[in-house]
């Protein structure tokens, strides 16, 4: 069992920046891919960033390519989501979640464990 708690959230201008946080504890976390996913109201989630369990292979959506980078550290049982340049468009709840595979996946279907989601809200 994992356990999930996402940070950082938060209301920023457009063309601002916010650094998103997600905090794991209970099996070992270097064992799971990550992924950030977003939801905004009406809308499904879909997957923004993905990475693999060492770092070494990231994915990214077209919609926030070059502007957000997804990160993790092992050591400290976090993954990390530094978004640049927001947009009002990114405005949504983002989840972290795990994936009991070494390799990431950018469906959210194949993820296993899920945090309670962070607002993001980006003012034009």
């Known amino acids: 069992q994992v356990q999930l708690v996402e940070s950082g959230g938060g209301l920023v201008q457009a063309g601002g920046s916010l650094r998103l946080s997600c905090a794991a504890s209970?099996?070992?976390?270097?064992?799971?891919?990550m992924g950030w996913f977003r939801q905004a109201p009406g809308k499904e989630r879909e997957f923004v960033a993905v990475?693999?369990?060492?770092?070494?292979?990231?994915h990214y959506a077209d919609s926030v390519k070059g502007r957000v980078t997804i990160s993790r550290d092992n050591a400290k049982n976090t993954m990390y989501l530094q978004m640049n340049s927001l947009k009002p468009e990114d405005t949504a709840v983002y989840y972290c979640?795990?994936?009991?595979?070494?390799?990431?996946?950018?469906?959210?279907?194949?993820?296993?464990?899920w945090g309670q989601g962070t607002q993001v809200t980006v003012s034009s």
């Open positions: 979640a795990a994936r009991q595979s070494l390799a990431a996946s950018t469906t959210p279907n194949e993820y296993n464990y």
């Open positions: 209970g099996r070992t976390f270097s064992i799971y891919a």
């Open positions: 990475i693999n369990w060492i770092g070494s292979t990231t």
